[in-house]
């Protein structure tokens, strides 16, 4: 066990201990008198010394020491009872930490570094040991205290595990702790007066592996869009990888890939994730992965046990596997006997008495009059009572009816099929049949013509969902058709296309029932609908079995077999190729070394997956493929292609193109025969590619099969659906990118931002999306991550996300008033009213503001403060203003001299006439701004102004020119009134009504004379005092100071910056409504 540092002087020890092993830094060493032969007096004096002590008292026979270089003084860090355990405890610190301590300088920080080390070995071993012995040990609730205080995470981020390691920084390791919440990855260290903290959302991580690195043979590197991170020296590696592992898949499917993923009930419920549910949740989805078994079907009870197996004759140790509608077994060792018994084929759970020879026996009867002995159960009692409860819910849920035509069919092919015949007698012939390896072997010889749909239907369990909707399919078939929609569309064009070359659907009856069963699934399920090569695999399956039974086992292929394969972005396929990818380079390296970009092998090896190899093949070779899918799973494809490549290898490392590997490929899989096949070869879709002026050597599918399963078949499903999990993440992540990337690559010509500002701004939308996420409740105006929508589309923001992004990106903040400018803003954008915008059309605000026009500024501060961004419910808009506009305490000084201010009034005069009639020729007319819109739009000025530095001249420049504005909006409302002017003559009057000869507005600018212009409007006239744009737009040009306002260069780098290290605390902030640290994002 590891020991807190205490320091000794090693002189003191000489007499007592004797040293067995020892490196630079650390010495292990072995108590005198334990494990010596002989018989020295040294020894017995100190073996008779720890006899006779208290227990208590007494001291391990074994310790390690920490030694620093050059220092006297010795620290103990570790003590074992063993020597195979002192050694385990020397050979952890050779691996994380010898070679690590040569980085440091100081011997100081060296002593420091381990003893900071082993204490947090020492606390993790203790919070372990607490987490075995009670539901929520304190250490953990100590724990948590730290991850709040050191992140101020909202209280909806769920810590579900945390442990001690090192963090990598260059050569140099940090100390501390990695806590794993449900949306985060977080690291905190505080080392040599250092504080570290990283932050890293589960759904920014592209890549999570072990790796290894001159100093560390083990680590874990995450790696996201900007950097990678190396964590080490953990007490249980494997497991934190396992539970990282869990929760990035989990998170970024649940985020990402909504289209396809459904949570298990337990986990629907982000905030309710525990490290329990995410090992139970990896238990069950290993357990639906081995058995082939229904998504929805949840696991109950894993119990060790031994199954009689008549075969043998003998118990066969393994695994009984409990769920809603199932009871199987697999062998500990991997691919002795599998058993599969859905309770609808059950009879009675029986407890037999208890014996030595048998320990704790059950037996389960089958319909089929076999029975199975499971001993050694543990809680005997428990389980079978919970497994009748079981048994009872699906007989009342779907009666049994005993139907024996199976096995007389069966029977009547006895002759024919004499092998097959013989192992149904010995292993049985129900889905309840044991499962060994000599059914593989007969599997891989090919099944006979007359069994192949039978034997589909048991594999894949197709018979029990059969057995168990009496009539389902007939409803679907009668509700399904008749019904035109994109869908049935896609169907009817494919029909025909679906082994033209082969009788059974050269005429109406085999187009039909293509059509009913292709038709009835996508009526049944709208998620996936209908994909292309689903109509070659549903012609297949009609071939081999009836109507009913094909659209039963294209269920068991869509929704068990191959999960996440026929959908909008057929994700599970991608995985696979990714998987195919990794799996070349392991077992093929010359090859992958040679062909340095597999995604070409992976694009031609797509079609293999995605039709079994149906479309690429001769049928009556490809269908052997199909029986082994059908035993073995998505495994015997993965074998097969591996095999397909190795037999190729040689013409795919001397072809010079993608498009000679093709040809290759091609050429050898069109030529691939079945000598046992009953029928005439029917050609593949693919056999153009094979137009050969001399013959080419065929290759036998069975001897395929057999390579495949030999130099292959070492792969198991535990191995695969690690491998799986694995590259989903890299998946997941590249679509997210090609969906950035092209978003940007349709902003990027239309706005003026850098293209590397706008990927920034990219990603501060989209964490505001996903922020909202993690730790809000779904509202209905932010539906959740849409991958099925047009890329634009799959990130949109509300209101309340919106204003976020507004307070840290715009330049336009305006103190308290800056939300009230951001919700105008957003109605402003939200042109189809949905409550919801884009990334486009927030940036391209963001573009005006920082390098638009001068008159494009002031245009779109003009629609902030007109319908339908200003309402008549605006918050802001209804109460009057405290402080009158113009009741400055500044003199409003316009200094010109008379004659300077004649030519000024002709200046104006022309550019407002100008103005006037420039604005026929350009878009389309803006509404005129009222008196009250025009009241908050001064408002909305003053605020911008505020803290500027030139605060002082810009408030004097506003307030004489919203002076000039009220008089023209007077002007307006009198000639308004009087309906005597034309439209010129109008802006005529205005213009001349600012400059009368005694240039009274300019000559008496006393606060109170300001403050009197600003009441003069009375209430009911207010609805006919407007002024236009153009009117706003020249007053403002009179001012140099606002035009230098609105002309200056802006920084977005900085805010963008800024905006990276408080986009967290802002949200933290509203949520606790309590002042918050600052959270700092790792820039990962």
């Known amino acids: ?31 005198r008198g334990h494990g010596e032969g002989g018989g020295r007096l040294t020894g017995r004096l100190v073996g008779a010394l720890d006899a006779v002590l208290d227990s208590n008292a007494r001291v391990a026979p074994f310790r390690i020491l920490l030694q620093v270089p050059g220092s006297q003084v010795y620290s103990p860090i570790a003590c074992g009872a063993t020597l195979e355990e002192i050694n385990q405890h020397w050979d952890w610190l050779e691996q994380n930490l010898l070679h690590t301590l040569s980085v440091f300088d100081n011997k100081d920080d060296i002593a420091s570094f381990v003893k900071g080390k082993v204490k947090a070995l ?8 607490l987490a075995e012995q009670e539901e929520e040990p304190e250490k953990f609730r100590e724990a948590l205290v730290k991850f709040e205080a050191r992140f ?255 096995d007389e069919d069966l029977s009547r092919e006895q002759i024919k099929i004499s092998l097959w015949n013989d192992h149904f007698v010995e292993y049985g012939r129900t889905v309840c049949m044991f499962r060994t390896e000599k059914i593989r072997k007969l599997v891989a ?37 008749g019904k035109c929609c994109l869908v049935t ?46 109509n070659i695999l549903t012609s297949v399956l009609l071939l081999y079995a009836k109507e009913e039974e094909a659209f039963w086992l294209l269920v068991a292929v869509c929704e068990r077999m191959l999960p996440d394969y026929f959908n909008h972005r057929v994700i599970g396929a991608q995985v696979d190729q990714s998987v195919f990818e990794e799996l070349i380079k392991e077992h093929l390296p010359e090859l992958a070394e040679h062909m340095n970009d597999l995604s070409a092998l992976a694009s031609i090896s797509l079609s293999w997956f995605l039709t ?14 199909v029986d082994c899918f059908f035993y073995d799973g998505i495994k015997a494809i993965f074998q097969l292609g591996l095999a397909v490549l190795e037999a190729n290898a040689q013409g795919l490392c001397s072809s010079k193109d993608d498009g000679q590997a093709l ?79 092209n978003v940007l690559r349709v902003v990027i010509p239309e706005v003026s931002i850098l293209p590397e500002d706008l990927e920034e701004l990219y990603d501060l939308f989209k964490r505001e999306h996903m922020m909202s996420c993690y730790w809000e409740q779904p509202r209905p105006m932010a539906p959740r991550h849409d991958p099925s929508r047009p890329y634009a589309e799959q990130y949109r923001i509300d209101a309340q996300q919106f204003a976020h992004l507004f307070q840290l990106v715009s330049p336009w903040t305006c103190g308290a008033h800056t939300e009230i400018l951001a919700e105008r803003t957003f109605r402003l954008l939200d042109d189809n009213m949905d409550h919801l915008i884009e990334f486009k059309a927030f940036v391209s605000c963001l573009d005006v503001m920082y390098n638009g026009e001068m008159n494009e500024k002031i245009k779109l501060l003009y629609r902030l403060h007109i319908s339908p961004a200003l309402t008549e419910n605006d918050r802001d808009s209804q109460s009057p203003l405290k402080n009158p506009l113009l009741s400055t305490s500044r003199p409003l000084v316009f200094g010109k001299s008379n004659g300077d201010a004649a030519d000024y009034q002709k200046q104006l005069k022309q550019m407002i006439k100008d103005l006037a009639k420039e604005k026929d020729k350009t878009e389309k007319e803006l509404p005129k701004m009222s008196q009250r819109e025009f009241i908050q739009f001064c408002k909305t000025l003053y605020s911008m102004f505020h803290e500027d530095p030139e605060e002082n001249d810009l408030y004097q420049a506003i307030a004489t020119v919203t002076t000039l504005l009220l008089q023209i909006g ?50 009911e006239a207010e609805g006919d005092w407007t002024v236009s744009l153009e009117h706003i737009l020249a007053s403002l040009l009179t001012e140099q100071s606002l035009v230098n306002f609105f002309e200056k260069p802006l920084d977005i780098k900085s805010k963008l910056e800024n905006a990276k290290i408080n986009q967290y605390s802002l949200k933290t902030l509203e949520m606790s409504r309590q002042p918050q640290p600052e959270l700092k994002l790792s820039n990962l």
């Open 489 to 534: 569309e896609e169907i009817e064009r494919d029909l025909h296309r679906s082994l033209p070359e082969h009788p059974a659907f050269q005429n109406e009856t085999g187009i039909a029932a293509l059509r009913r069963v292709l038709t009835a699934y996508a009526h049944r399920n709208p998620k996936i609908g209908y994909c292309q090569s689903m």
């Open 612 to 625: 079994l190899f149906l479309s690429i093949m001769p049928l009556e070779s490809a269908v052997s493929v």
């Open 970 to 1019: 007077e002007v307006g409302q009198r000639s308004s009134s009087s309906g005597s002017c034309s439209q010129e003559g109008g802006e005529e009057l205005r213009a001349s009504a600012l400059f009368p000869e005694q240039d009274s507005v300019f000559a008496d600018t006393s606060p109170s004379k300001v403050a009197q212009d600003s009441q003069t409007f009375p209430e």
């Open 152 to 406: 101020s995470f909202p209280e909806a981020e769920k810590l579900v595990t945390y442990y001690s390691c090192c963090c990598w920084k260059g050569r140099v390791p940090r100390q501390g702790w990695l806590y794993l919440s449900i949306n985060h990855l977080c690291f905190y260290s505080f080392f040599l007066g250092k504080e570290l903290k990283l932050v890293v959302p589960w759904v920014d991580i592209q890549k999570l592996e072990r790796t290894s690195n001159v100093f560390l043979t083990d680590t874990i590197r995450i790696t996201t869009q900007n950097k990678e991170r190396d964590f080490s020296m953990f007490l249980n590696l494997d497991e934190v990888f396992k539970i990282m592992e869990q929760l990035a898949d989990v998170t970024l499917r649940r985020l990402l890939d909504n289209e396809v993923f459904d949570l298990d009930p337990d986990l629907q419920e982000p905030s309710q994730i525990t490290k329990r549910d995410l090992e139970a949740r990896a238990q069950n989805e290993f357990f639906r992965a081995f058995f082939r078994l229904p998504r929805q079907e949840r696991l109950h009870d894993v119990v060790d046990c031994s199954l009689w197996t008549p075969f043998s004759r003998c118990h066969t140790v393994g695994r009984m596997f409990a769920s809603d509608r199932y009871i199987c077994f697999a062998s500990k060792e991997d691919g002795c006997c599998n058993v599969i018994l859905p309770l609808r084929e059950v009879v009675s759970i029986e407890k037999m008495e208890d014996t030595s020879l048998l320990p704790n026996p059950i037996i389960i009867s089958i319909r089929s009059k076999m029975a199975f002995q499971f001993i050694e159960l543990k809680d005997r009692d428990n389980l079978v009572e919970s497994l009748l409860v079981r048994l009872k819910q699906v007989h009342a849920n779907h009666p049994v009816r005993y139907d024996t035509s199976r």
């Open 122 to 129: 020492i606390a993790e071993e203790t919070s372990s040991r």
């Open 1 to 31: 066990m590891w020991l807190k540092p205490e320091e000794v002087l090693l002189k003191n020890a000489l007499k007592l201990w004797v040293t067995q092993k020892s490196s630079c830094y650390f010495i292990l060493q072995r108590r």
């Open 663 to 741: 040809m290759v490929l091609s050429r050898f899989l069109d030529h691939i025969k079945n000598e046992d096949s009953p029928g005439p070869p029917v050609g593949s879709h693919h056999a153009f590619f094979s137009d050969d002026q001399e013959p080419y050597p065929g290759t036998d599918i069975a001897d395929l099969i057999r390579d495949s399963y030999e130099k292959f078949g070492d792969q198991s499903v535990e191995q695969i659906e690690h491998l799986r999990c694995k590259h989903r993440i890299r998946v997941l992540q590249g679509h997210e990118d090609t969906t950035k990337q």
């Open 445 to 481: 010889m090919g099944i006979p013509e007359s069994l192949r749909g039978k034997l589909w239907l048991l594999f894949s369990d197709a018979v029990t969902d059969l057995a168990s909707h009496p009539g389902y399919y007939g409803n679907l078939v009668e509700e399904s058709m």
